[in-house]
């Protein structure tokens, strides 16, 4: 009777030491999650990333703690380097803003984090996939919008710049004209879907953000790239060199005008 009357006693007592034991690890998690804070201001990526680690051991449920490990490991990722240390970074980075998403699936942040680590090594593809991963998140997003269209004119920048050198030729950002119509049909069936998509994404980071004046930057260039795609069409190419002049325009008023935005708002007290 005694054995029976002492046990619920006993699973009290355990059940306390573990609230206990819980409460310490907890305790510990966030002293490590805010030295890894200090760690990461002062630019120590791998200590903060020691301490980050420290804290998701001790507390997995810390919802910043592995946000904060994914941002380090991201910060240590240099772009356009696919070195096996970098590509490690990356792919830790990736794997903790997977966990926080397992977690969140609608975590902007770490859907950013994600596209912005594949922009960085060359996947592109895979940075516009989690960038539409993001507007459909945030369908008023304009930068993710922006960002897709500005890695479709890289590319299609590229393949042109490719096909030209191909058959004798520089670019001449005027529509190529004299571009013989072969490699210009094969450049089409290359660089159409690019160029329609980057427009698309283009006009639509205007639309939510009328000052998005980066965008307007891109769209006059992405119509460069379409006019190369009208294979001596005289009249296409003037129509798309119209549109390059009117984005172009726009841009430089519009940057010109939020320079000028920038330049009237107060700049806080200042010490005499």
């Known amino acids: 009777m005694n054995r029976i009357a002492r046990f619920p006693v006993m699973t009290a007592a355990t059940l306390s030491l573990l609230v206990l034991m819980t409460g310490c690890q907890r305790l510990k998690a966030r002293d490590q999650l805010n030295k890894g804070v200090q760690a990461y201001k002062s630019a120590k990526y791998e200590e903060a990333i020691n301490h980050f680690q420290e804290a998701v051991n001790y507390d997995p449920t810390l919802p910043m703690a592995r946000a904060y490990l994914a941002t380090a490991y991201a910060q240590q990722v240099v772009p356009d380097l696919t070195s096996a240390d970098n590509l490690k970074n990356a792919n830790l980075a990736i794997q903790n803003y997977q966990a926080v998403l397992a977690q969140d699936p609608k975590d ?27 507007l459909e998140v945030d369908p008023q997003d304009a930068e993710a919008a922006y960002t897709i269209g500005s890695i479709d004119w890289r590319l299609s920048y590229r393949n042109a710049v490719q096909a030209l050198k191909n058959v004798g030729m520089q ?4 529509g190529n004209v004299k571009f013989p119509k072969k490699a210009c049909q094969d450049l089409v069936t290359q660089n159409g879907p690019l160029v329609d998509e980057g427009l698309e994404y283009l006009h639509k980071a205007v639309e939510i953000r009328p000052s998005y004046d980066d965008a307007m930057a891109y769209m006059q260039l992405t119509y460069r790239r379409k006019a190369d795609l009208e294979c001596g069409n005289a009249s296409a190419v003037k129509d798309d060199m119209v549109q ?20 009237q708002q107060p700049q806080g007290i200042q010490m005499q």
């Open 108 to 134: 902007v942040n770490s859907l950013k984090g994600i596209a912005s680590i594949y922009y960085n090594i060359d996947k592109y593809q895979e940075a516009k996939d989690w960038q539409k991963k993001v």
């Open 171 to 174: 670019d001449d950002g005027q």
């Open 244 to 263: 390059v002049d009117q984005w172009r325009e726009k841009a430089m008023a519009t940057r010109k005008a939020n320079e000028e935005k920038k330049e």
